[in-house]
């Protein structure tokens, strides 16, 4: 990621991560080198490492910031300080704990889009509930295939709801943080900070 910075390309991949906490903190280190989060979104085997976008932030304090990030970590890189997180690890300051948080919430709501269920897609789910049904017919009892595609419709019921009060949860947190809701071209929920434009092809975030 710091060769992709020192480059200064306009977009910069973080590689793939497991885990949420720590694609978060390198996208705060992007940050205090003057990019802004783009998106994040699941890939890999299964959707099981998560890829984060973050975008050159043109506004004049970013390369500000940018400016005396170099300056306070000349080394970063070659084994010298890394802004915001302890030296050696992927682990936050104590001070920039709660943007990093921010970060991740960010990151926490793009990528449940994937799990998020629309219309067409409870439509789908139940319509496989039944055709399981119906399955289980030929070779058990009506009791037994009713019960077994019940069960399975009430998983998928509960999946929905657990993650419509999650998105809502993390909604209510950025909100608070400052951060207004938009829709994107595919009619996807996003969050940008004040200021802030949905990504474009020069220009991605001018006001």
Same mark, same amino acid.
Not at 99 to 126: E, N
Not at 136 to 148: K, N
């Given at each position: 990621?710091? %060769? %992709?910075?020192?480059?200064?390309?306009?977009?910069?991949?973080?590689?793939?991560?497991?885990?949420?906490?720590?694609?978060?903190?390198?996208?705060?280190?992007?940050?205090?080198? /003057?990019?802004?989060?783009?998106?994040?979104?699941?890939?890999?085997?299964?959707?099981?490492?998560?890829?984060?976008?973050?975008?050159?932030?043109?506004?004049?304090?970013?390369?500000?910031?940018?400016?005396?990030?170099?300056?306070?970590?000349?080394?970063?890189?070659?084994?010298?300080?890394?802004?915001?997180?302890?030296?050696? *690890?992927?682990?936050?300051?104590?001070?920039?704990?709660?943007?990093?948080?921010?970060?991740?919430?960010?990151?926490?709501?793009?990528?449940?889009?994937?799990?998020?269920?629309?219309?067409?897609?409870?439509?789908?789910?139940?319509?496989?509930?039944?055709?399981? &049904?119906?399955?289980?017919?030929?070779?058990? *009892?009506?009791?037994?295939?009713?019960?077994?595609?019940?069960?399975?419709?009430?998983?998928?019921?509960?999946?929905?709801?657990?993650?419509?009060?999650?998105?809502?949860?993390?909604?209510?947190?950025? &909100?608070?943080?400052?951060?207004?809701?938009?829709?994107?071209? %595919?009619?996807?929920?996003?969050?940008?900070?004040?200021?802030? %434009?949905?990504? /474009?092809? &020069?220009?991605?975030?001018?006001?």
């Amino acid at each position: 990621m710091l %060769q %992709q910075i020192a480059r200064q390309q306009d977009i910069v991949e973080i590689a793939p991560q497991g885990s949420t906490p720590k694609a978060a903190a390198l996208a705060y280190v992007a940050e205090q080198y /003057g990019y802004t989060y783009g998106m994040a979104y699941r890939t890999g085997f299964k959707n099981s490492l998560v890829q984060v976008r973050m975008y050159r932030d043109p506004r004049p304090d970013a390369r500000i910031r940018e400016a005396a990030t170099i300056t306070a970590h000349p080394q970063a890189g070659n084994g010298g300080t890394v802004p915001g997180l302890k030296q050696g *690890s992927l682990k936050p300051l104590p001070e920039t704990v709660g943007a990093v948080a921010v970060l991740k919430d960010l990151i926490t709501f793009d990528v449940m889009a994937l799990y998020v269920a629309d219309r067409s897609q409870k439509v789908k789910g139940y319509l496989a509930c039944t055709i399981l &049904t119906l399955l289980l017919l030929i070779d058990r *009892s009506a009791v037994e295939a009713v019960a077994s595609g019940v069960a399975v419709a009430l998983l998928f019921t509960v999946a929905f709801k657990i993650g419509a009060i999650r998105r809502g949860t993390i909604t209510r947190r950025l &909100t608070d943080a400052g951060f207004h809701a938009v829709r994107d071209e %595919q009619g996807g929920l996003r969050f940008l900070r004040p200021g802030q %434009q949905l990504p /474009g092809h &020069t220009n991605p975030f001018a006001a």
